[in-house]
């Protein structure tokens, strides 16, 4: 990543010689992931039966920061999967996506260091599967499934938990992908004290409805219906009400001032918007005309989440479509990286 004289508050372009291309990628066998209202890292499509079974047992709250892949009991009967690795001066918590759970952090699609891994040599990170999430191969979540759809608040709650029972300490910096961006933001809103700062990964925001019309944020929402025969393969497959995330989210107290980094998708969704209609991976009868809507409501989106807080920074050029962890994972690291060595 290249930065032009820019501090915080400037916009920062990525540079990089061997820029990936743009191709259109199904994640498993089914949705594609285009954008943050996309919602989804990977689909359930043939999906496999769930696998908590041969998962590691609760344990105790480790002691020390040592490697952690357990279950761990949030109450109501209920455990959730976390995964910890790396010591440092500070604790990154990874969030993912809609349906993304814990080992979307420790893949890659193009080069080597996956963001799990380089954030791990330089500081303690934590990644972990929300229940209805789905891992590597259509496998379902570790954790146990709750109904659907969610609410972002239980998820903030669920968190909450999760880190407190772990004995995982903060303060944190949070990396919120995707809808993992609304449940960092509402977290941060929640806990001001717990958190030092945040890095915004192409993330869902409130903003996107506001620069559609109603007509084109129902048709967006309509084409991003879990199909029937993915609900029936897994019934507990996470799924959440779009116009409460965003009233959650506009209702939610102002982010404290803190250390800040949005990074956006820089490819384009109008141009595959025909051919994703025309191969089933959207809904028959979705307008060709709105993935430029998207488009445009996007950029509102991502500039509006660069001014959450003063200061932000906003990297414009990633050379990424929403994947920007599996596309460019290094840009996705060195932004936590920054942001950790800014919170201390």
């Known amino acids: ?15 990089d010689p061997a820029i990936p291309r743009i191709r259109i990628r199904r994640r498993g066998a089914g949705t594609l992931a285009v ?9 359930v499509g043939g999906a496999r039966p769930d696998p908590r079974s041969t998962a590691s047992t609760p344990t105790a709250p480790p002691t020390d920061p ?26 990154v918590i990874l969030i993912g996506g809609l349906r993304a759970a814990a080992d979307y952090w420790n ?20 990644s972990y599967d ?21 609410s972002e608040r239980s998820a903030v709650a669920d968190l909450h938990t999760l880190l407190a029972v772990a004995d995982v ?41 506001d620069a559609m019309s109603p007509e084109q944020y129902a048709q967006l929402q309509t084409s991003q219906q879990v199909p029937a025969e993915d609900i029936a393969a897994y019934p507990g497959i996470e799924r959440l009400d779009a116009d409460a995330v965003n009233a959650q989210l506009r209702s939610a107290p102002p982010i404290r001032p803190m250390p800040l980094t949005v990074l956006s998708a820089d490819r384009l969704i109008a141009p595959q918007w025909q051919a994703m209609i025309d191969s089933g991976q959207l809904p028959p009868g979705t307008p060709s005309d709105l993935g430029a ?52």
């Open 66 to 91: 040592a490697p952690i892949a357990n279950l761990f009991d949030v109450g109501d009967g209920r455990r959730i999967y976390l995964e910890c690795r790396g010591n440092g001066p500070a604790t």
């Open 35 to 43: 954008i943050a209202l996309l919602l989804t890292a990977c689909s």
């Open 130 to 150: 929300r229940p209805g999430t789905v891992r590597e191969g259509n496998a379902f979540s570790r954790s146990d499934p709750i109904p659907q759809p969610s």
């Open 293 to 344: 809507a998207v488009d445009r409501a996007q950029k509102v989106s991502q500039d509006f989440q660069a001014h959450l807080v003063p200061g932000a920074v906003h990297i414009t050029e990633t050379h990424s479509g929403h994947d920007i962890p599996l596309d460019y994972p290094s840009i996705v690291i060195t932004a936590i990286l920054d942001v950790v060595a800014e919170a201390r």
């Open 1 to 15: 990543m290249r930065r032009t004289g820019a501090g915080r508050g400037d916009v920062v372009m990525g540079s």
């Open 107 to 126: 893949r890659t699609d193009t080069r080597p260091t996956t963001v799990m891994q380089g954030v791990g040599e330089k500081a303690r990170v934590c």
């Open 169 to 209: 300490r903060g303060p944190f910096v949070l990396v919120g992908h995707s809808y993992g961006g609304s449940i960092a933001r509402l977290y941060a809103s929640t806990y001001p004290d717990q958190v030092n700062g945040m890095v915004l990964v192409d993330a869902l925001s409130e903003a996107v409805a």
